[in-house]
């Protein structure tokens, strides 16, 4: 058994614009082979047996239902279901997941089966993120995140015209490229640890702009909801706003791939409602207007930056002897 969704991602095996098994695909692939049932995230799908009762603890007999991936639990656990709803998701890495009404094909996204059934999403994500603030707070010798951040926010927006292309495991969406690595351009003996780690908070930020600009294409996102670790990071969450234009909800309970799968296992075993939604919003972070024309210009420098530099970064890939052993060259959906 596998959910419609984590099956939509065996593109081409599964014809995502019709939620089943592209039989020619499945049966070119993997002929030998059964191919699993489907079933969405919510339904039941069997019960725990004796065997499994007695090695888990769990009753005999409750009711197990499919669920789904992490990051797209987690969208379910904060209300992201109706098209146009969109999730940041703030982790080592960003991931995108937004809802949309109709099938829409971009080779920069990934376009998938939902949660709920018969329904559609476009997803996308970064391979750095959290990953690269801690790698900066390491390289800085451990210092406080408290205070690598306060000496961020001391920087103006702009971080006085330096830029980081946060690539440092290569790049997913939009770029795609394993061999991508990252760039600090502009630097100058002016610029500070401060100015560093606020450029690679706006780094991340212009990159999920290029991510949702591309989203806007298949269906404008009605509200933009953040979730994960990240969100902790009052800067780095009001920098993604500034950068993006988008206003974003933060709900009460930021971290909750567990709890949205729990909603599926209620909804499924009709404990709730279908409707039913746990989340709550704490607050609300809206772009500030007058940095609009500041970022305006760094982004399409910043556009500009990566196709500029690829030739000379793939050389540099070419030397880097860690590349064919760290899985920097692999970069999986979710």
């Keep these: 058994m596998i959910d419609h969704h984590t099956a939509s991602q065996c593109d081409p095996m599964y014809e995502t614009a019709r939620f089943r098994w592209n039989e020619p695909w ?3 692939i993997c002929a030998h082979l059964e191919m699993p049932r489907l079933a969405w995230p919510s339904e039941v799908i069997g019960t725990v047996h004796a065997a499994g009762a007695q090695d888990s603890g769990i009753p005999a007999g409750t009711p197990v239902v499919a669920g789904t991936v992490d990051a797209f639990s987690e969208a379910f656990s904060v209300g992201v279901r109706a098209p146009g709803d969109q999730m940041l998701m703030y982790g080592s890495t960003m991931f995108l997941v937004q809802i949309i009404d109709r099938y829409h094909s971009d080779p920069a996204l990934w376009t998938t089966a939902g949660i709920e059934p ?3 999403a476009l997803a996308a994500g970064t391979s750095t993120a959290g990953s690269l603030i801690s790698w900066l707070q390491s390289t800085c010798g451990d210092v406080p995140i408290d205070q690598l951040v306060a000496e961020a926010q001391a920087v103006p927006p702009g971080c006085e015209g330096l830029l980081v292309l946060p690539y440092l495991a290569g790049e997913r969406t939009p770029v795609f490229d394993p061999h991508a690595r990252g760039i600090l351009a502009g630097i100058t003996l002016r610029h500070n640890r401060g100015h560093i780690f606020r450029a690679a908070y706006e780094g991340i930020s212009f990159g999920i702009r290029r991510i949702l600009d591309r989203f806007d294409d298949a269906h404008v996102a009605a509200r933009t909801v953040a979730v994960g670790g990240g969100v902790r990071s009052a800067l780095w969450v009001q920098t993604m706003s500034d950068i993006t234009g988008r206003a974003q909800l933060i709900p ?18 009709e404990l709730v409602a279908p ?21 305006d210009d ?34 999986p959906m979710v």
Excluded: F, K
């Design 252 to 269: 009460e309970q930021t971290i909750g791939a567990g709890y949205g799968d729990a909603l599926l296992a209620a909804i499924g075993t």
């Design 26 to 28: 499945a049966q070119r």
């Design 118 to 120: 018969d329904t559609l």
């Design 275 to 295: 409707e039913t939604d746990w989340a709550r919003i704490s607050h609300v972070v809206e772009p500030q207007d007058r940095l609009r024309p500041l970022y």
């Design 298 to 331: 760094l982004y399409g420098t910043r556009l500009e930056l990566y196709p500029a530099t690829r030739p000379q970064i793939h050389r540099l890939s070419a030397l880097d002897n860690s590349s064919d052993q760290d899985g920097s060259g692999d970069q």
